[in-house]
């Protein structure tokens, strides 16, 4: 019994275009994760220098951290303004409000 070539071409020849499309896929997913770790890493030393500013109520660290686009967030999901107000620091929680009023007003 002879099998038509029809078949094996059918068997043997991958669909090329899916094949790229999966590897363009992981590539898309490898790219992700891989910005996910260096942002956490450069956001993790961001929002640790800017607890310490507030937390020690350093006016003058945290005009310079905010000055430089640092991230606002002390924690994943804790905004500095909040923990400013937690803390009662009020230099830093006025300064902080008053850099987002500007920031919202000016962009």
């Known amino acids: 019994m002879t099998v038509p070539t029809a078949f094996f071409e059918k068997v043997l020849k991958p669909d090329i275009s899916s094949i790229l499309e ?32 507030i937390y020690f109520n350093n006016l003058e660290n945290c005009k310079f951290l905010l000055k430089n686009k640092i991230s606002l967030w002390v924690e994943p ?8 107000r937690s803390l009662r620091n009020k230099k830093c929680y006025d300064y902080i409000l008053l850099f987002l009023n500007n920031k919202y007003i000016f962009s």
Do not use: C, G, V
């Open 22 to 53: 999966l590897a363009s896929m992981n590539e898309m997913i490898y790219q992700y994760n891989f910005d996910i770790t260096t942002l956490n890493n450069r956001d993790y030393k961001q929002r640790n220098a800017l607890f310490y500013a």
């Open 77 to 84: 999901q804790y905004h500095a303004l909040d923990f400013a």
